[in-house]
């Protein structure tokens, strides 16, 4: 029995303590999280976790259990950020082991409405609570910012499964001597992990803190986590017993600021005085490109060889970059790890784990056709520890990923000789080619065609700027400096334009191409200005830069932040990158 129970239903001044019993195996580990929205339990919302609205214990790390029952204690200095909220959302999550295997949660995606949670009085301000052990709050986190992410155990487990749902991309044009579809099978840690299957609990009998996935790592190893999830669910769905002071009934969260203005809808806008006529999402079949040519793998290949060789690495695949020395040279504010090959990869972010996946795979088609020498097979390469290197890089948790192997750290020697060894292998290139192109150009096709950027130097810019910064980062930065449409009225102004209502009913009307969750987002925020540049000259109420402009506010922006030189080593060098040919990028996203 895994359970967790409050041992109050409500906090308030009087008794300024929220304390939980959790009731687990003694051989298992566990985290509990609490937050004032239960969305936020939710990756999809993980832009919104700020310090004041989510917690989770696992930053102090898991816990074991002494005893049958534990008694868990929220902290006194996170209550009291939590004040002024109505409602304080609990989950459980227990672990096998330490590096978060075997995971179990006390909540299903699912059934946010039906989440347990505790009450926080009206009259409750925190200020009871001993000021010595509360000491100096940090400052919340916010949308955009450089330090860490707020995250759970419930989020890699969801985020394994969105990448393995993820639609096969058309892999014409490239050939690297494997079986194509060997670019269609996952990537993802969860892809290797296979522990044995338990019975699954009946949620309809279970009470609600018992845990409602006690399996995990089948052959769909999230599916329990996230059916009937796609769209998640939307702020009116979710009916919630208190938060008066919120629309329609729904749980108010303070959105993060992008752009200018709110992030999110917070209500239904008000009907049209007139019935709109939406027009048509267009279908871009490429007929409008001239001589333009789908972009294909072997460009985008390129498009990285190039961007590595850019910043003076010939031997890209080869290549270890030392963890501390280049920190800074990457932006970095934290030890990522082993950087290696050719993006590079880091350790940190579990790209190594997938490379080195990806090689297994391919190491396999070879010895099948006995092509491959012993002394190239992988396990030679690593000096016999392969199997612990992909159980460390792979890793759901990503301090996992950065604990010595075999005794040594992976940035270290011997691991850096064998790293540089096992990039000289074709068919280790051929997996970094497949990762690269996968996690950090094809996931940006689409807001590269929507802006424009169609031509190998400017697709360089967007490229880098992912690799940098992760796609979700860079998104947000262009997006950010680009930013053609900066507030609410504006936004208003460009859908009365189109004939949508809301943000909703525009991305409803992408035929799949946008998630309809009524979030502006970086991708809505292009896909909004890619329909106001195709409407007739003059039909626009917002202007709309062009290629060149956008590229030149966004070298202006980096110029200011201080990695103006980064950028102009990419789009400022001509010699490297051409204008010529440009893509049909349209034919990539299809």
């Not at 749980?251 to 993060?256: E, G, K, N």
Request: aromatic content about 8%; charged content about 20%; glycine content about 8%.
């Amino acid at each position: 029995m895994e359970q967790i129970t409050p041992c109050r239903s409500t906090v308030s001044d009087r008794f300024p303590v929220a304390s939980f019993s959790v009731r687990i195996p003694k051989d298992r580990f566990y985290e509990v999280c609490c937050t004032t929205d239960p969305r936020l339990f939710h990756p999809r919302y993980q832009g919104h976790r700020t310090a004041d609205n989510f917690y989770s214990s696992a930053e102090r790390g898991l816990f074991d259990s002494t005893r049958a029952e534990n008694t868990w204690l929220l902290p006194s200095d996170q209550l009291r950020r939590f004040a002024g909220a109505r409602r304080i959302y609990y989950a459980l999550a227990t672990y096998g082991n330490r590096s978060r295997q075997y995971p179990r949660f006390s909540i299903s995606p699912d059934a946010l409405d039906r989440i347990p949670s505790i009450a926080l009085a009206k009259d409750f301000t925190g200020r009871t609570l001993d000021q010595r052990r509360v000491g100096h709050l940090p400052k919340s986190q916010s949308y955009g910012a450089v330090t860490g992410r707020l995250s759970w155990g419930g989020d890699a487990v969801l985020l394994a499964e969105s990448v393995q749902n993820q639609p096969s991309q058309a892999y014409s044009g490239y050939n690297d001597g494997y079986d194509p579809s060997l670019w269609k099978k996952g990537n993802t840690p969860a892809d290797q992990a296979k522990p044995p299957q338990t019975p699954r609990a009946n949620p309809t009998t279970a009470p609600p803190t018992r845990l409602f996935s006690p399996s995990y790592g089948s052959p769909n190893p999230a599916h329990h986590m996230v059916q009937n999830l796609q769209p998640p669910p939307s702020r009116a769905a979710i009916a919630l017993p208190v938060q008066r002071d919120a629309v329609a009934g729904a749980p108010r969260v303070t959105p993060a600021r992008y752009g200018g203005h709110r992030e999110t809808e917070l209500h239904q806008p008000r009907p049209p005085a007139t019935p709109r006529t939406p027009m048509p999402w267009p279908k871009d079949n490429g007929s409008e490109k001239g001589n333009a040519r789908a972009i294909s793998i072997a460009d985008q290949v390129q498009i990285l060889r190039k961007i590595r060789k850019t910043y003076g690495c010939n031997d890209v695949y080869s290549a270890v970059d030392d963890p501390i020395t280049d920190k800074n040279r990457y932006g970095g504010t934290q030890n990522d790890g082993l950087r290696w090959g050719l993006v590079p990869f880091t350790q940190r972010s579990g790209h190594i784990g997938q490379v080195l996946s990806a090689a297994v795979r391919r190491e396999q088609v070879l010895k099948e056709s006995g092509q491959l020498v012993r002394e190239h097979e992988l396990n030679s390469v690593f000096g016999g520890a392969l199997s612990r290197l992909l159980d460390v890089t792979n890793s759901i948790d990503e301090v996992q990923r950065l604990i010595p192997v075999a005794g040594i750290h992976l940035w270290e020697k011997p691991w850096t000789d064998r790293f540089r060894t096992a990039g000289a292998l074709p068919y280790v290139q051929a997996a970094q080619n497949e990762v690269a192109v996968q996690k950090f150009v094809t996931p940006n096709l689409r807001l590269a065609h929507w802006l424009g950027l169609n031509d190998e130097r400017s697709l360089a810019f967007l490229v880098d700027r992912a690799m940098q910064m992760g796609n979700g980062g860079g998104r947000w930065w262009i997006m950010r400096h680009f930013c053609p449409i900066r507030s609410q009225a504006q936004r208003r102004l460009a859908l009365d334009a189109l004939g949508y209502n809301s943000i909703r009913d525009f991305q409803a009307a992408s035929d799949g191409e946008l998630d309809i969750d009524g979030a502006f987002g970086p991708l809505t925020h292009a896909a909004l200005c890619y329909r106001l540049r195709r409407l007739a000259p003059g039909l626009s109420p917002i202007r709309i830069p062009g290629r060149d402009e956008i590229l030149a506010r966004l070298i202006s922006a980096a110029n200011e932040a201080g990695y103006g030189s980064r950028i102009q080593s990419v789009y400022g060098n001509t010699s490297v990158f051409s204008d010529r040919p440009t893509f049909q990028l349209c034919a990539a996203n299809a």
